[in-house]
């Protein structure tokens, strides 16, 4: 029986955020609806959680009627307004001591969830499961999508964006791993090189085993495992055959057991504080692959829970 460190009460709170400004493709906001409709509330509830759940966020309302790009970035005040939303939200639970449950949407939104984790635990570990690193800065990024810079923002290295001011650089770079890397841009690895943050491809998955890997990647940003614990999950992390209903999918993923032992290990901790299921899309597959993408998003959080 595991025993939380930092949740009270065994409370979960789901943040549902149909959001999709990060990126091109239309769907990737009907994730977090999918979710909850296959059963993800009463599934939590078996599970003895306590389940906060006030309904989806309205974002569209927090669409400008202008939104200019900056420099290449694509829809940046919308993009802000919502994480900034989503940040003040995922704080006021985390200070109630409840864990943090948040549906994307893509995963811009992390700018948001991971804000609101650090204001309340700047101590805390980000494991970020992901085909790509999300590491592009406003120079680098190629697409102008701001679901490929989150993580820039976060550690403080994408410069001065007018609008995305309130977010602090309290993440840095020794509480920062990545696991399932396997499509990252050369800026990308070379920020990675410069700023020594630990990540383990796929070709480290496939060489170690992923229990080895998360292991390594435990003993890399929380050695005795007492760090809150922030887990943000991109479906695309897992191989196409397992999640296909996603928008940027990669060949030679994770498998549905390696994607689920990650879930099972950060668990197993105790200090898990703060989950994101990213890049759910519904829009983007036939029935069936839709069906499979969505259970398993439900079954890793069930997993980490």
Known sequence: ???????????????GCPFSGGQPKEGVDEGP???????LIPQLQEMDWDVE???????TDLRPAKDPNIGKLKRPLYVSRVAQTVAKTVESH????????TLGGDHSLAMGTVSGTLAVYPNACLIWIDAHADLNTPESTESGNLHGCPVSFLLGIAGKVPGFEWIKPLLTANRLVYIGLRDVDPP????????????????????????????????????????PIHLSFDVDALDPSVAPS?????????????????CEAVHETGSLVALDIMEVNPSLADEASVFQTVTVGCSLVRCCL
């Open 1 to 15: 029986m595991t025993t939380y460190k930092y949740i009270e009460g065994k409370t979960v709170a789901i943040i």
């Open 33 to 39: 609806l999918k979710m909850i409709e296959y059963g």
């Open 53 to 59: 759940f006030d309904g989806h966020y309205r974002l």
């Open 94 to 101: 985390l200070r109630k001591r409840q864990l943090a449950l």
């Open 188 to 227: 990308e690895k070379l920020l990675l090189k410069k700023h020594g943050i630990k990540a383990f491809s796929m070709h480290e998955v496939d060489k170690y085993g992923i229990g080895k890997v998360v292991e390594m990647a435990l003993d890399a940003v929380n050695p005795d495992r007492s760090l």
């Open 246 to 262: 996603t928008g940027t999918p990669v060949r030679g993923g994770l498998t549905f057991r390696e994607g689920h032992y990650i």
